[in-house]
């Protein structure tokens, strides 16, 4: 390398953050292996707490220390539980307890690679083009409401990360790059977030406390699909008065005409559509967990398109095995070492302390929740729902009960205030190299509205006892699920 380029390649402060988070990591290490088994043991409190800060800060920071915090993650779930096993009554009882917490944090993560590789699927027949054919308009202001709620609706079935990435892909066809895209863009990912809020597989923290037994198919649609709806609505009918939504709007003539759908594409569309949706039936009809009937979707998906482009070798791409080689795996282990943290807190008691102290401080249940949320927009929202199971169990507030439906909404709506505060946000930096101040000035203030009014809606429907019309409730397979 020439002086020249390492003179534009350095960046000292970067590398000063690197070798501090390095000498922590050696230190707590180095300390560690220094202290004796029964200092751990007597305090192993602090030191769980101290390995869980040192490694969160890392996850936070991973930007600017440029390691993967899936690494980070998976460094600290295994020290923590070896601090668990020194500091428990027995190394049986540890292990006893891993595979407890290793056997739930499995079902969300084969959950999560089954719906990844299934979206991918369609994604590479070019399925989604049935969906983002039809917006066509022209007029700035009906793009923002159409963009919003196709994206509400697309992403109550996908994760937020896929949604937004599907939609922001669109926008960078229809719309020339533009202050205006950026705020549309902005609009994808509270649309996003809010989608996932209000389905049991739109969102991987709504997710985990669909798994887990917190909140029910149908009592969950009935009660956030207004909070959800306001709380997209809301930001709309204020962008809508903005300057930026005014005026003429982009160009869109057969923007789309060069991207081609692959062959069949509508069939995979349909068939990996229809095997999200059959997820909630498949818990209902045989009592599963619900990873047992994404797999036999995806394993239906992988036959069929193994059918129907057999001999075709220039279409390899379109298969199941490459489409595995496509998903977010990093971001699937990412949640296994969260999630296995986090359970290393909750095996060790800390948890339930931290929900005793909460209690005696905060006795308002609204109020814990409302604080999940905004503190979700800094801090991973995956984390903060599983500390919040290992801190409350179906004991203290039953299934469906406000409070979990209230952490379902927070969680995932929360995260739209910061565009670092969910993974919809930070696809989207990346897409359209989006800064966190521009985001802030342009776009929190909507979210916040947005997320306060959702609130505001789901505790008056609460009082005044309003749930949205359905007669799914006398569909056997649905009523208890």
Same mark, same amino acid.
């Given at each position: 390398?020439?002086?020249?380029?390492?003179?534009?390649?350095?960046?000292?402060?970067?590398?000063?953050?690197?070798?501090?988070?390095?000498?922590?990591?050696?230190?707590?290490? &180095?300390?560690?292996?220094?202290?004796?088994?029964?200092?751990?043991?007597?305090?192993?409190?602090? #030191?769980?707490?101290?390995?869980?800060?040192?490694? !969160?800060?890392?996850?936070?920071?991973?930007?600017?220390?440029?390691?993967?915090?899936?690494?980070?993650?998976?460094?600290?779930?295994?020290?923590? $539980?070896?601090?668990?096993?020194?500091?428990?009554?027995?190394?049986?009882?540890?292990? #006893?307890?891993?595979?407890?917490?290793?056997?739930?944090?499995?079902?969300?993560?084969?959950?999560?690679?089954?719906?990844?590789? =299934?979206?991918?699927?369609?994604?590479?027949?070019?399925?989604?083009?049935?969906?983002?054919?039809?917006?066509?308009?022209?007029?700035?202001?009906?793009?923002? $409401? /159409?963009?919003?709620?196709? &994206?509400?609706?697309?992403?109550?079935?996908?994760?937020?990360?896929?949604? +937004?990435?599907?939609?922001?892909?669109?926008?960078?066809?229809?719309?020339?790059?533009?202050?205006?895209?950026?705020?549309?863009?902005?609009?994808?990912?509270?649309?996003?977030?809010?989608?996932?809020? $209000?389905?049991?597989?739109?969102?991987? +923290?709504?997710? *985990?406390?669909?798994?887990?037994?917190?909140?029910?198919?149908?009592?969950?649609?009935?009660?956030?699909?207004?909070?959800?709806? /306001?709380?997209?609505?809301?930001?709309?009918?204020?962008?809508?008065? +903005?300057?930026?939504?005014?005026?003429?709007?982009?160009?869109?003539?057969?923007?789309?005409?060069?991207?081609?759908?692959?062959?069949?594409?509508?069939?995979?569309?349909?068939?990996?559509?229809?095997?999200?949706?059959?997820?909630?039936?498949?818990?209902?009809? &045989?009592?599963?967990?619900?990873?047992?009937? *994404?797999?036999?979707?995806?394993?239906?998906? $992988?036959?069929? +398109?193994?059918?129907?482009?057999?001999?075709?070798?220039?279409?390899?791409?379109?298969? /199941?095995?490459?489409?595995?080689?496509?998903?977010?795996?990093?971001?699937?282990?990412?949640?296994?070492?969260?999630?296995?943290?986090?359970?290393?807190?909750?095996?060790?008691?800390?948890?339930?302390?931290? #929900?005793?102290?909460?209690?005696?401080? =905060?006795?308002?249940?609204?109020?814990?929740?409302?604080?999940?949320?905004?503190?979700?927009?800094?801090?991973?929202?995956?984390?903060?729902?599983?500390?919040?199971?290992?801190? !409350?169990?179906?004991?203290?507030?039953?299934?469906?009960?406000?409070?979990?439906?209230?952490?379902?909404?927070? #969680?995932?709506?929360?995260?739209?205030?910061?565009?670092?505060?969910?993974?919809?946000?930070?696809?989207?930096?990346?897409?359209?190299?989006?800064?966190?101040?521009? !985001?802030?000035?342009?776009?929190?203030?909507?979210?916040?509205?947005?997320?306060?009014?959702?609130?505001?809606? !789901?505790?008056?429907?609460?009082?005044?006892?309003?749930?949205?019309?359905? &007669?799914?409730?006398?569909?056997?397979?649905?009523?208890?699920?």
């Amino acid at each position: 390398m020439s002086s020249i380029d390492f003179e534009a390649s350095y960046k000292p402060k970067t590398y000063l953050l690197k070798a501090i988070a390095i000498f922590a990591a050696a230190a707590t290490g &180095t300390v560690a292996v220094v202290i004796n088994h029964s200092w751990v043991a007597a305090n192993q409190d602090v #030191a769980m707490a101290l390995l869980f800060g040192i490694g !969160y800060a890392g996850i936070i920071f991973e930007e600017s220390l440029a390691f993967s915090k899936s690494g980070v993650g998976l460094i600290m779930a295994v020290c923590l $539980w070896i601090v668990r096993s020194i500091g428990a009554p027995s190394t049986d009882i540890a292990v #006893a307890e891993l595979q407890h917490a290793s056997a739930e944090v499995s079902e969300i993560v084969f959950f999560l690679l089954g719906g990844m590789t =299934i979206v991918e699927i369609v994604d590479s027949h070019q399925g989604f083009k049935l969906v983002t054919d039809n917006i066509t308009t022209r007029k700035p202001r009906t793009l923002l $409401w /159409v963009v919003g709620f196709v &994206t509400f609706f697309l992403g109550s079935i996908l994760d937020n990360l896929t949604c +937004t990435i599907v939609m922001v892909s669109l926008l960078q066809k229809l719309v020339p790059p533009s202050d205006f895209r950026k705020l549309l863009g902005g609009v994808v990912v509270i649309a996003a977030n809010a989608g996932g809020t $209000w389905t049991p597989i739109g969102d991987v +923290t709504t997710t *985990m406390l669909w798994i887990h037994g917190q909140i029910s198919t149908v009592e969950t649609m009935k009660g956030l699909f207004i909070p959800a709806v /306001v709380s997209v609505a809301v930001p709309l009918a204020l962008l809508s008065l +903005t300057s930026e939504a005014s005026g003429d709007g982009p160009d869109t003539s057969n923007v789309m005409a060069s991207e081609q759908m692959a062959p069949r594409g509508q069939l995979v569309f349909s068939v990996g559509f229809g095997a999200l949706i059959f997820v909630p039936v498949f818990k209902s009809l &045989t009592g599963l967990p619900p990873y047992m009937g *994404m797999l036999l979707g995806l394993g239906v998906l $992988w036959i069929l +398109t193994d059918a129907i482009h057999y001999g075709e070798s220039e279409r390899q791409r379109l298969k /199941v095995p490459q489409a595995l080689s496509r998903i977010d795996t990093q971001g699937a282990l990412f949640f296994l070492g969260i999630l296995l943290s986090v359970s290393s807190l909750e095996a060790a008691g800390i948890l339930r302390e931290l #929900a005793n102290y909460l209690d005696a401080h =905060i006795p308002n249940i609204e109020l814990i929740a409302i604080s999940i949320g905004i503190v979700s927009a800094i801090i991973d929202n995956v984390p903060l729902v599983a500390a919040a199971m290992g801190m !409350y169990d179906v004991a203290s507030f039953p299934q469906d009960s406000e409070f979990w439906q209230l952490v379902a909404y927070c #969680a995932g709506t929360g995260g739209s205030m910061l565009v670092i505060g969910s993974a919809a946000g930070v696809a989207f930096m990346g897409m359209e190299k989006v800064d966190f101040f521009w !985001y802030f000035r342009k776009v929190s203030g909507f979210a916040f509205a947005g997320y306060a009014a959702g609130i505001a809606a !789901y505790l008056a429907a609460q009082n005044l006892h309003i749930s949205i019309p359905t &007669t799914v409730d006398q569909v056997p397979f649905l009523s208890g699920s």
